[in-house]
């Protein structure tokens, strides 16, 4: 399966690859262009989760060490 993250889609490949099923993919949903591809931004969503985890990281070790 080829997902999409722009518009949170899902589309099967065939034998002819995940490449073939992205350029339809992009060809018929998007223009031809390719929103799908590059490097995706950091979302503040993703920032906040990652400092829960610090913070639950840093409690544990204070009580293993």
């Known amino acids: 399966m080829f997902w999409c993250d ?3 889609c ?3 490949h065939g034998p002819e690859g995940p490449g073939a099923a992205l350029d339809a993919h992009n060809t ?3 223009g031809g ?3 799908a ?3 995706r931004p950091i979302t503040g969503r993703q920032v906040v989760i990652g400092l ?3 913070v639950l990281l840093a409690w544990v ?3 293993v060490a």
């Open 6 to 8: 722009v518009c949170r």
């Open 10 to 12: 899902a589309y099967p």
């Open 28 to 30: 018929a949903r998007h």
């Open 33 to 35: 262009d390719s929103p």
């Open 37 to 39: 591809d590059g490097v």
């Open 52 to 54: 829960l985890v610090l």
């Open 61 to 63: 070790a204070r009580f």
